[in-house]
T-cell receptor, first 113, second 117 residues
Framework: DQQVKQNSPSLSVQEGRISILNCDYTNSMFDYFLWYKKYPAEGPTFLISISSIKDKNEDGRFTVFLNKSAKHLSLHIVPSQPGDSAVYFCAASGGGATNKLIFGTGTLLAVQP | GAVVSQHPSRVICKSGTSVKIECRSLDFQATTMFWYRQFPKKSLMLMATSNEGSKATYEQGVEKDKFLINHASLTLSTLTVTSAHPEDSSFYIC?????????????FGAGTRLSVL
């Protein structure tokens, strides 16, 4: 049962344009969401997060939007740069003592020069 | 962000041997660390939660006798793959939550590529 889904395995964007990565979840108990960036043979790097009490969080070129009613979040990168090319994972947490993160399957972003 | 170091980055071993992977939090004390496994082109699957000074909590389907976890100090957790077999070949990644940060953010090590011949 995949509680966090990223339905687009890959995305190609021109440099300077906006990249939009999408993520859907099924568990309404999730209250914290994160985006990670991962290069091959490396561990994920934390990018940005959002609490369920908010619907938007912005950090530089990265903005995360949360639509709780649709159980959907998205990561916007603008302007996209070739160095942004990587696999992006969304993750969700349901709070509680365990602090476990449930990861999506990832989206490979390729930013073309 | 907080720094997590994982060692070794790559290991090749013969079938039947045991392999130990270390995960260290370099600039903070981590009471909780996590061990994940990633198959090619797949998501990160949580294997277990490592708790300092107590037994690890394993996810359903993960053999605790196969994947031994020790969290003997606030900065070090180890994962030992016992009697490794080719099907254990995978990318193993650890993470730790920085207790100084209120948010539930995990910081990851660089991962270990295990190849069992």
């Amino acid at each position: 049962d995949q509680q966090v889904k990223q339905n687009s395995p890959s995305l190609s964007v021109q440099e300077g344009r906006i990249s939009i990565l999408n993520c859907d979840y099924t568990n309404s108990m999730f209250d914290y969401f994160l985006w990670y960036k991962k290069y091959p043979a490396e561990g994920p790097t934390f990018l940005i997060s959002i609490s369920s009490i908010k619907d938007k969080n912005e950090d530089g070129r990265f903005t995360v939007f949360l639509n709780k009613s649709a159980k959907h979040l998205s990561l916007h990168i603008v302007p996209s740069q070739p160095g942004d090319s990587a696999v992006y994972f969304c993750a969700a947490s349901g709070g509680g003592a365990t602090n476990k993160l449930i990861f999506g399957t990832g989206t490979l972003l390729a930013v073309q020069p | 962000g907080a720094v997590v170091s994982q060692h070794p980055s790559r290991v090749i071993c013969k079938s039947g041997t045991s392999v130990k992977i270390e995960c260290r939090s370099l600039d903070f004390q981590a009471t909780t660390m996590f061990w994940y496994r990633q198959f090619p082109k797949k998501s990160l699957m949580l294997m277990a939660t490592s708790n300092e000074g107590s037994k690890a909590t394993y996810e359903q389907g993960v053999e605790k006798d196969k994947f031994l976890i020790n969290h003997a100090s606030l900065t070090l957790s180890t994962l030992t793959v016992t009697s490794a077999h080719p099907e254990d070949s995978s990318f193993y990644i650890c993470s730790a939550r920085d207790p100084r940060v209120a948010k539930n953010i995990q910081y990851f090590g660089a991962g270990t590529r295990l190849s069992v011949l």
